[in-house]
């Protein structure tokens, strides 16, 4: 085991000023600048296929490139203590180039972490920005499923949507649609059985079209730009019949955010702002990516501060009063995601091999629940969000690739590794 490395960086905190970043980060970008990487964004292909540096700057500053639309806050902020947990920074993470400090990791031209955020009874236990400020809003990408899950919880909740019926029930559009008939808890689920996988190469696949819709996937003015006609008049068949497999689909999370506009009669994200952000004692407005008519891409596109995104994650644990007065998420949709998943569905991902014991099972938009009781979401390039109920905590982080190669040590690993640490500990 090589020497440990002295940290190399200090917490940062959003209440001190004049913290200084690395060279390379620019907080305020000039104009010359914004123009610069706008300009370097591919013309012929999905933009956000650019990595290192530039893949850094376009997820911090995706505002300056593409409209969003506007997630509220409102009223008084609900204040996070700081109660740092110095054992955490000395976490040992083995690299190729021997044993170092977490924090040192983190720092490392190894890791490509942007912020790691880690609270533990609604205090802030850990909290580090080494490629960010506090303040800056990255994108969560597909973290932002589980917001849009939340909302149909809520509305479950107050009877007001029932997952055993089909999604036609609610949305009559989608009558002539391969929707018919399925089930919302099989789109909740990623278990359709629709011939719509996740695809960014094949221009002419079904989830390709769709991401063209919302501006997600490479566009022109030739290419499809109403994503409600789209899933309204898909017709792609089914490879199996619904509720058997799972099949990852950010199709499946546009047509719950649908369900959310239809029974609340609001945009989906004056729905979110009014039934959780304006309730959680925000720092900040948040906001959706919406880069073709207005449409927040509802299946990766949240932009928020780190803090605020781990607010709404403290809607999941015993420290919910943290944050807010009432409790947002209720006890039975807590139950519901820790022991009412399907593993069946997830089997067909490990082939003849066994599910990992570690794992319990993938349910309503969460890509998996932990024997531990972690309930985890995941977003491309390296971002995440998880929070559990049980031991009371939440961690959110941000990363991004740091070439074609992604050579980068990959963050959510060690991650859980520090969050098992801090099990051990108590």
Not at 193 to 202: P, Q
Not at 268 to 285: C, H, L, N, P, V
């Amino acid at each position: 085991m090589s020497k440990l490395k002295k940290p190399l960086a200090f917490l940062v905190l959003c209440t001190l000023p004049g913290i200084l970043l690395p060279a390379e980060i620019s907080v305020n970008p000039t104009v010359d600048e914004t123009i610069k990487q706008i300009n370097s964004l591919p013309t012929d292909d999905i933009w956000w296929t650019v990595n290192g540096k530039d893949m850094l700057w376009n997820f911090k500053n995706l505002n300056k490139i593409f409209p969003t639309t506007t997630v509220y806050r409102k009223g008084q902020v609900r204040t996070l203590k700081l109660k740092a947990n110095h054992e955490i920074s000395r976490f040992p993470v083995k690299t190729g180039n021997g044993t170092m400090y977490f924090k040192d990791f983190l720092d490392s031209d190894l890791s490509t972490a942007m912020g790691v955020l880690i609270l533990h009874k609604g205090d802030i236990i850990f909290e580090h920005y080494p490629r960010m400020q506090a303040y800056e809003k990255p994108v969560y990408w597909s973290v932002t499923k589980v917001l849009v899950s939340s909302l149909i919880s809520i509305l479950e909740d107050q009877k007001k949507i029932d997952i055993t019926k089909p999604i036609d029930f609610y949305l009559p559009e989608l009558k002539q649609s391969d929707f018919k008939g399925i089930l919302i808890k099989n789109i909740l689920d990623m278990a359709t059985g629709i011939n719509c996988s996740e695809e960014y190469v094949d221009k002419n696949s079904c989830y390709y079209k769709y991401s063209q819709t919302v501006g997600d996937g490479y566009w022109d003015e030739t290419s499809p730009s109403n994503p409600y006609e789209y899933i309204a008049n898909l017709n792609v068949g089914r490879y199996i019949e619904q509720g058997k497999q799972f099949d990852y689909s950010g199709v499946n999370t546009f047509v719950l955010g649908w369900l959310v506009e239809k029974i609340t009669g609001m945009q989906f994200q004056d729905a979110f702002s009014e039934m959780i952000w304006t309730k959680i004692g925000a720092e900040r407005d948040a906001a959706f990516f919406a880069p073709r008519n207005g449409i927040p891409v509802t299946h990766g596109g949240f932009l928020s501060t780190q803090r605020d995104l781990a607010r709404f994650g403290l809607l999941f644990t015993p420290s919910y009063q943290v944050v807010s007065k009432n409790r947002l998420i209720s006890e039975q949709h807590i139950s519901y995601l820790l022991n009412q998943g399907r593993p069946e569905l997830m089997g067909f991902l490990y082939g003849s091999q066994k599910i990992p014991n570690e794992l319990k099972h993938n349910v309503y938009q969460w890509d998996m629940v932990y024997q531990n009781n972690d309930i985890y979401k995941g977003g491309w390039a390296g971002q995440g969000l998880i929070v559990n109920p049980i031991n009371d905590y939440v961690v959110v982080w941000n990363s991004y690739f740091k070439d074609k190669e992604e050579s980068e040590i990959k963050l959510t690993p060690i991650i859980h590794q520090v969050l098992h640490s801090i099990e051990r500990e108590k």
